[in-house]
C-alpha cells in the first residue's frame, strides 16, 4: 500500500462505492449511526443488481418466522450449509452472518422503509439435506409505491423490461396466475382487475407502472430510505482509485462527466460496486466457458471495485466451489443487431411437459433444479457431450399454459419469436430435431421416455419432481406429478439456453466484520467490502432463494456498524 500525503476536495465519514442492496445497507447503517456517507454510484441509476433481481433474502432465524408459525436455530442452519459446503465452510463468517442477519432486518424495518413478508412456504434448493428447512428462511419485500419518491422515481434502476406485462407493469406469480385466469374466479377478476386500473392510472404520468416488486421494491425502499436520511447520492460516478494516507484507505478518488474529484472518508469506504460479470479479462480468468457465457448482471458491473482493492494489498479469495451464481439464459437477438436476455429461473423448466436435452439430443439433468445447479449439469454434461448451448424442448400445450422463456404464457402470435430464430417450431419431434442438428431417433426416444414417466408419474433417471423444491415450482395442478406432463401436440417448440449468471460468487477475501484482508490475512485499513465484491460466504453454491441479498444486506449492515463504532 503506497502511502500519499492526500489532499480531497471534500470529506465524508464513510464514502460506499455501489448503490446495490449491499451498499446502500452499509450506507444506512452508517448514516443511522450519526456518520456523514456519501454513496458514489457509476451507473445513471440507483439499485445495481438488486433492482432487476428477484429480491429474495435468505435468513435464517429471522423474526417473520413466528408470523407463519415457524422456527429455526442455529443447530439446523449450519447442518445444512455443512452438507452443501463441506470444508469451504468459514465458520466465522457463517457466524456472523447468523448473528446479525436477524439483527439487520430488525434494524431495517425499525429505521428504514424496507419491509419484509414472510414466505410460509419457500423450501431450500437441496430440502433432502439434513437442517434444511421448507419454509421461513427466505423472505420478501413488500411491494412498495413508486410514487412516494416523487421526482426521484426516475432515479431506481427500472427492472428488466422483458419481465414488465404491458410494456411496464411489474408481475409476481400471484399476478401472473390472476391475470391467466381472470374470468375463471371473482377473486382472479377482483385481484386483475385491481392491478390493470393501477398500471393504467399510473401510464398517464410515469414512463412505467409505479406499483413494485420483488428486487425493484426492495431497491426503491432502501433508495427511500437513503433519500429521507439525507445520504449524498451521486450518480455517473466513477471510482478509479482508493486514496492513502497514513497507512490507511482515506478516500476514493472519482470521476464524474470527464471531471475528476478527490472525496475525503475520514472512518472508511465500503467496496459493493457488484462483482465482475461484465469484465471480459476477469471473466475469462474466472468463468468456465466465458466467450458463450451470458450474463443477466448489469453492464456496468465491471470489477471496479475489486480492481480498487488489489491496488491496495487485497486478495481475491480463490476457494470457491464455483465462481459465478449461474441460470440458463436464452437469447434473441433483434434487427438492429442487439441481444435480448431472458434467465430461465422459475418459471417454465420446472413446469410438466418440458424437457432439456444436450447435443446428443438426451437428458442431462432434472430440469426442475434450481437454475444453479441446472447451469453446473451443463458444465458437467459438456466435458463429454456438447451441452452449450443446451435445448428446452416443449409442445403446443405447453407453450400456450405456460410460455416458454421470451414466449409468454396465452400468447398465440408466436411468429416474430420464429423469425428472429428464437423459438424453433416443427409439425414433429423428427423435423425438430433436424432443425436442431439433433440425431432425429435419439430425440425421439428420450421424448417417448419422457411422456412414459408423465404417464406414471415417475422420472427414474434423474428424479423431476421428486423433492419439495421441484414440486413447488411445478403446477400442483397437475396429477400425479407436478412437473411431469406429455410432450405430445404438434406443433413441437425449442429454445437455446447458454450457460449464465445472474452475478459473480468470486470476489474480496474478507473477515467477519466485512474488512479487507491482505495477503498475510491482516484487515486493509479503512476498507470493507460487501455485495458481490465481497466473495461469497456461501462459495459459490447456492443452497436456497436469497442468499445473495440476504448476506449482501447483512454484511454490509456489518461494516456500516463497524465504521460507526470505529475510532474517527
Known sequence: MADRSETFDEAYDVVVVGSGAGGMAAALAARKAGLDVIVVEKAAWIGGSTAISGGAVWIPKNHHLADVGLEDDDTQVLSYLRAILGNRLRQDMIEAF????????????????????????????????????????????????????????????????????????????????????????????????????????????????????MGNALAGRLLKSALDARIVLRTETSAKRLMISEGRVAGVLVEHGGRTASIGARRGVVLAAGGFPADDRMRAEFIPFADRHKSMAPAANTGDGIRLALEVGGVIDEDN????????????????????????????????????VNGAGRRFVNEAVSYHEFVEAMHR????????????????????????????????????????GYLIEAGSIQELARKLEIDPVTLSETVRRMNDYAASGHDPEFGKGSSAYNRYLGDPAHKPNPCLGPIATAPFYAVRVWPGDIGTAAGLKVDAKARVLDRGGEPVPGLFACGNDMNSIMAGAYPGAGITLGPALTFGYIAGRELAQSAA
Open 98 to 213: 447468523l448473528e446479525n442477519g436477524p439483527r439487520m432486518v430488525s434494524f431495517m424495518e425499525r429505521e428504514t422503509e424496507v419491509v419484509f413478508q414472510a414466505r410460509a412456504y419457500s423450501p431450500d434448493y437441496q430440502p433432502d439435506l439434513p437442517g434444511a428447512s421448507l419454509g421461513g428462511r427466505t423472505i420478501d419485500p413488500a411491494p412498495f409505491d413508486g410514487r412516494t419518491l416523487g421526482r426521484n422515481f426516475g432515479l431506481l434502476r427500472p427492472p428488466l423490461k422483458e419481465f414488465l406485462a404491458f410494456g411496464g407493469m411489474m408481475v409476481n406469480r400471484k399476478d401472473i396466475d390472476a391475470l391467466l385466469g381472470i374470468s375463471s374466479s371473482v377473486a382472479n377478476l377482483r385481484h386483475g382487475m385491481e392491478i390493470l386500473l393501477r398500471y393504467f392510472a399510473d401510464r398517464v404520468s410515469y414512463p412505467r407502472g409505479t406499483r413494485l416488486l
Open 321 to 356: 466451489i464455483g465462481n459465478a451464481f449461474w441460470a440458463p439464459v436464452s437469447t434473441l437477438k433483434r434487427a438492429d443487431g442487439t441481444e435480448i436476455r431472458f434467465p430461465h429461473l422459475i418459471l417454465d423448466r420446472q413446469k410438466p411437459g418440458l424437457v432439456a
Open 381 to 420: 454434461s459438456h466435458e463429454t457431450v456438447p451441452t452449450i448451448p443446451a435445448f428446452l424442448i416443449c409442445d403446443r400445450a405447453f407453450i400456450r399454459r405456460y410460455g416458454l422463456g421470451l414466449v409468454r404464457p396465452g400468447l398465440r402470435r408466436l411468429r416474430p419469436f420464429i423469425d428472429a
